[in-house]
């Protein structure tokens, strides 16, 4: 038991080191995918830092007892890095929309952390925008390519499986992150499963991630034509 709840304690960073492994074995060159191969590096060393932080919790210093500003910090990396990877596979005519939504998203993220919440505290509100950013990204897509009358199937696509890697993520993580302090408070042991869940979504996430690095190596990304 004491070895399941490390390897789950430490899933955040091991997980990321599947992609991370095939990003390194294939050295992927695919133009399209350099958004996500940036957001793994980049979520390696933000989750491990901050999983260091939370295991040896009573060991360190007041000053790096708190790690919500690393998780903070991963959901705006997240949506900057997937946003910008489905704008590289959207036609020029639907980009206007892409970046209203995007611009929308940062004046939230100004306003809130300037008036009402602190990057140091944990913010609900940021994790529940940026899952409704990328989901509608994701779901436009989606749209697009049910649309699609090239005959291609896209479904062969890397940008297939990362768009369903990141709206599942997406459509599970936003009511755990929306409800998990009020839950937390209530119900300590409700609220460390909801963590569980994340943390296992969170490994599937990374194996769609790592399906889809492995599949721009027989699949060159193109734009959906619709």
Not at 80 to 102: A, D, G, V
Request: net charge positive.
């Amino acid at each position: 038991m004491k070895l399941f709840i490390t390897i789950l304690n430490w899933s955040e960073v091991w997980a990321l080191l599947i992609p991370l492994a095939l990003v390194i074995i294939y050295r992927t060159k695919e133009p399209a995918m350099h958004p996500v191969i940036l957001y793994i590096y980049i979520a390696f060393v933000l989750n491990a830092i901050s999983t260091t932080l939370f295991v040896f919790h009573s060991k360190m210093p007041p000053l790096l007892q708190n790690n919500n500003l690393l998780y903070n910090l991963h959901s705006i990396a997240r949506v900057f890095f997937f946003s910008w990877y489905i704008s590289k596979i959207t036609p020029r005519h639907f980009l206007f929309i892409n970046k209203s939504i995007i611009s929308g998203y940062i004046i939230f993220i100004v306003v809130n952390f300037l008036f009402f919440e602190s990057l140091l505290f944990f913010s609900s509100r940021l994790f529940a925008a940026e899952s409704i950013v990328l989901l509608f990204l994701c779901i436009s897509f989606f749209l697009r390519s049910l649309q699609d009358e090239s005959g291609t199937n896209w479904t062969k696509y890397p940008s297939f499986i990362v768009s369903t890697a990141v709206a599942l993520y997406e459509a599970t993580t936003f009511f755990i992150f929306l409800f998990i302090l009020p839950m937390a408070v209530k119900d300590p042991g409700f609220g460390r499963l909801c963590l569980d869940i994340y943390k296992i979504i969170f490994v599937i996430f990374c194996i769609l991630l790592a399906c889809a690095l492995f599949r721009s190596k027989k699949h060159e990304d193109v734009v959906v034509t619709t």
